[in-house]
């Protein structure tokens, strides 16, 4: 069993930067980010795959996100930035040892899931 480990997060203002972090036990293909904010499903923000880089990011993510990763410390983290108050979300790391080209942003696709980190923005 993969086990996830988040850091990062906590409060900003409108406009600022955030950077969540996750570190996972094992070697995975693929790690993501995901956020759900109150009433609201469950969305996929950002996601990146051993070996190749090639980020996903949503739409509403996409050109304020920056997702990177480090092999050797089976560490990822994800650089949020001109943050919104919509924004604010408890953010969850997401991990997967399935690789078919592309990683997605979709929930099944990932198998391993941390506990999650709260962001709130405030403006």
């Known amino acids: 069993q993969v086990q996830l480990v988040e850091s990062g997060g906590g409060s900003a203002q409108a406009g600022g930067s955030l950077r969540l972090f996750c570190t996972a036990s094992?070697?995975?293909?693929?790690m993501a980010w995901f956020r759900q904010s109150s009433g609201k499903d469950l969305e996929g923000v950002a996601a990146?795959?051993?070996?190749?880089?090639?980020?996903m990011y949503s739409d509403s993510l996409k050109g304020r996100a920056t997702i990177l990763r480090e092999e050797a410390e089976r560490t990822m983290w994800v650089w949020l930035h001109y943050l919104k108050p919509e924004d604010t979300a408890t953010y969850y790391c997401a991990a997967s040892s399935r690789y078919t080209g592309s990683c997605g942003l979709s929930v099944n696709n990932y198998d391993y899931w941390g506990q999650g980190t709260l962001v709130t923005v405030s403006s």
């Open positions: 990146v795959a051993t070996g190749v880089y090639s980020p």
């Open positions: 094992e070697n995975v293909a693929c």
